[in-house]
């Protein structure tokens, strides 16, 4: 597996390549704020980068505050049917996420005052790439960030998750999971519905980079 370091190199190159710059060109190694990582100056918006590379359901469990299961097979027959094991709790997780997004809404908040303080028109992202929890469909984690999102961190205004060193595979239909999601709140209001467009935008941005095999 590849390190912490070595994944934000390979989305370096990737948000130079949308048009993007590290914010630590303008602010430098230690600034006296909390920054994030990319920021985009035409387009107002900042993105921070989160590496999730610690596996929590390698043996299965639940996220009671999803009504979600997550299987891990043991001993299963073609049809299915089998043995599986999960444990129940994620208490622990669900902490370790939201510990994540709450530097994550902080760093982009005080970035988003360097540039461009009181402007409410700055949009704020984070890039959740799953590094490791191969057991773990991106969509669990797409949800527990939304969920996180639209009840305490008002500066994540959308999030893409992605898992761009592997597949996850669902263990009762064997199929592959998805390797990008976006999620934004649901507001039908005008500045919602354009961070809805620029988050999906940055997430079709990563599918295409990904799909010419610039992620091994």
Not at 8 to 18: H, S, Y
Request: glycine share 6%; with cysteine.
């Amino acid at each position: 597996m590849k390190t912490p370091e070595e994944i934000e190199k390979d989305f370096d190159l990737f948000m130079q390549n949308i048009g993007y710059t590290r914010v630590s060109e303008d602010v430098g190694e230690s600034p006296n704020f909390k920054n994030a990582d990319y920021v985009n100056k035409h387009e107002k918006s900042i993105v921070e980068l989160k590496v999730l590379d610690k596996e929590f359901f390698d043996k299965g469990g639940t996220i009671p505050s999803l009504n979600t299961v997550i299987l891990q097979p043991e001993n299963i027959n073609e049809d299915g049917t089998g043995q599986y094991t999960f444990k129940i709790s994620d208490k622990d997780y669900k902490e370790t996420l939201e510990a994540v997004l709450k530097n994550a809404n902080r760093q982009l908040r005080e970035t988003t005052q360097y540039y461009w303080e009181n402007d409410d028109e700055v949009d704020g992202f984070v890039i959740v790439v799953q590094a490791g929890l191969s057991s773990l469909d991106p969509m669990i984690i797409a949800m527990m960030t939304k969920n996180a999102m639209d009840h305490k961190f008002s500066s994540i205004n959308g999030a893409v998750v992605c898992t761009p060193y592997f597949s996850t595979i669902n263990p009762v239909t064997g199929n592959r999971n998805e390797v990008c999601i976006s999620v934004t709140d649901e507001k039908s209001n005008i500045i919602s519905q354009r961070r809805k467009s620029k988050c999906m935008e940055l997430a079709d941005s990563w599918l295409k980079y990904y799909e010419k095999g610039n992620f091994e």
